[in-house]
């Protein structure tokens, strides 16, 4: 890593600039948007107060960020460095559409086709910087930035907290739904050896891209949003899908189960996406092989769930039980899948009425 601190700087002054407007702050700083008097470029100067910024902590982001500029799905960083009285700047390209945050409607989300190509590019983003032995380490929609509103170029951003793999990372003094288990549950004075899957855990959480809901506050055991994650996780043959995970296809589950296991050394690189991308993610692309239906007076106590074989008939029917509402799961009916389904009771049907002892209406 010696190489990304061999850079040399042009050293500018605030004076250079006209300061347009404000786009975003937060605790350690702002993002102004401003004219560069010279050239006449509009461009996004990145204010870091120094009250919480180390100055070789600036100099870390600044070369981080030039280092990764050659990437086309990260955002250009000029190699200028500017020292005001309150600030330390970086000079970055305008991203003229704002954060993927900015576009997420709050219960609604973003449309299928934007989602996946934000994945998309941030996928080949994030494999560019593994490639590099680098962990971006905060991805989430605030560092995403759109250079069009329909999301056909995105850029990835702030590098502040990019360390390289293997680097011994210690415990923050906050949480984010973006952050893995593994972070999350770090205590004081321990350490954890920096992977890609820490980047993997968080690029799957653009569930809320999709759906504009949070999937959880953190991934620790008493978030019960999380904690009902992992047990559908587990059991996912078993259980049915919690909350707004109703909202995905059986193939967006596959992909998020991919990206979100529990367990660190099995989560799959972020290129996992590329073969995901021809399949819907979306609830209203769910297979029309599968149906809803009310069972009035069933007694079902003994059992969850039951598969029912129609004769003759090369698919098998899953029944969930909730209560007085069953979910119908049409599947393949060979040997292998069928054997993966052992603890279920197996009910030999030679009609076609599914009758389990009582009236079934297919909505």
């Known amino acids: 890593m010696e190489a990304v601190h061999a850079f040399e700087f042009t050293h500018t002054s605030e004076k250079d600039y006209e300061l347009l407007k404000t786009l975003g702050s937060g605790t350690f700083g702002k993002v102004v948007m401003a004219t560069e008097k010279k050239t006449g470029n509009q461009v996004a100067l990145k204010l870091m107060k120094k009250t919480r910024t180390k100055h070789d902590n600036f100099l870390n982001e600044l070369c981080m960020s030039i280092h990764l500029s050659g990437n086309e799905g990260i955002i250009f960083t000029h190699p200028i460095y500017v020292d005001s009285d309150d600030f330390y700047v970086l000079t970055q390209d305008l991203a003229p559409a704002g954060t993927l945050h900015s576009i997420i409607e709050p219960g609604v989300g973003i449309p299928e086709a934007k989602v996946k190509r934000c994945a998309l590019q941030l996928a080949r983003a994030l494999e560019y910087m593994h490639d590099q032995r680098l962990v971006h380490r905060d991805v989430k929609p605030d560092n995403v930035l759109l250079m069009d509103q329909d999301c056909f170029h995105v850029k990835l951003s702030d590098f502040g907290l990019t360390q390289g793999i293997g680097t011994l990372v210690t415990s ?185 002892g009582s009236e079934i209406e297919i909505l």
């Not at 909350?243 to 967006?252: D, E, L, P, Q, R």
């Not at 003994?302 to 074989?309: A, C, D, N, V, Y």
Request: aromatic content about 12%.
């Open 172 to 356: 923050m003094s906050f949480i984010i739904p973006f952050m893995s288990p593994e972070l999350c549950q770090l205590r004081r004075h321990e350490a954890l050896v920096l992977r890609p899957s820490i980047d993997t855990w968080a690029f799957g959480v653009l569930f809320i891209a999709f759906t504009g809901y949070i999937p959880w506050e953190g991934a620790v055991e008493d978030d019960h949003l999380f904690k009902e994650f992992i047990y559908w996780q587990r059991f996912e043959n078993y259980t049915a899908p919690p909350g707004h995970w109703t909202k995905f296809s059986v193939n967006a589950h596959e992909f998020l189960h991919c990206l979100l296991s529990e367990d660190p050394t099995t989560r799959s690189s972020v290129n996992i996406v590329m073969n995901f991308l021809y399949f819907p993610w979306g609830e209203d692309h769910v297979s029309d092989n599968s149906h809803e239906i009310v069972v009035d007076n069933v007694d079902m106590e003994h059992l969850e769930t039951e598969i029912i074989i129609i004769e003759g008939e090369d698919e098998y029917i899953v029944v969930e039980n909730r209560g007085d509402v069953e979910c119908i799961i049409i599947g393949d009916a060979s040997e292998e899948a069928i054997s993966q389904s052992s603890d279920v009771l197996l009910i030999m049907s030679d009609t076609t009425n599914l009758d389990l």
